[in-house]
């Protein structure tokens, strides 16, 4: 019991998401994938959808999690574009700004 008192609150609201049921008789690698949509930004009726899928151990629940993935994969690509782009335009003010310091000091 003491390797599941860190994730009691998790387990409570993913147990009230209808997520997981019973956390001793599933596998606790289920904790881990339900982290992970939620970190890709997922919404809660999406991981419900990805975890109907995946209980219904078909191709075509493959296939539905598989397209949920991708969806949200692409997501996070145009996040770090985002990032990616507000991040040049931040070593250019800090270049700008050391050049003006070298021009001043001349």
Not at 71 to 80: G, T, V
Request: hydrophobic fraction near 35%.
């Amino acid at each position: 019991m003491a390797e599941i008192e860190p994730y009691a609150e998790k387990i409570r609201k993913y147990q009230e998401n209808g997520w997981i049921r019973n956390f001793l008789e599933e596998e606790p690698q289920k904790l881990e994938v339900i982290d992970l949509l939620i970190k890709l930004g997922m919404e809660p009726e999406a991981v419900t959808e990805y975890l109907a899928a995946f209980l219904e151990y078909s191709p075509a629940g493959r296939e539905r999690q598989v397209r949920l993935l991708r969806k949200y994969r692409c997501r996070l690509l145009e996040q770090i574009h985002e990032k990616q782009q507000i991040l040049d335009q931040l070593d250019y003010y800090i270049s700008s700004l050391k050049k003006e310091e070298t021009v001043d000091e001349t």
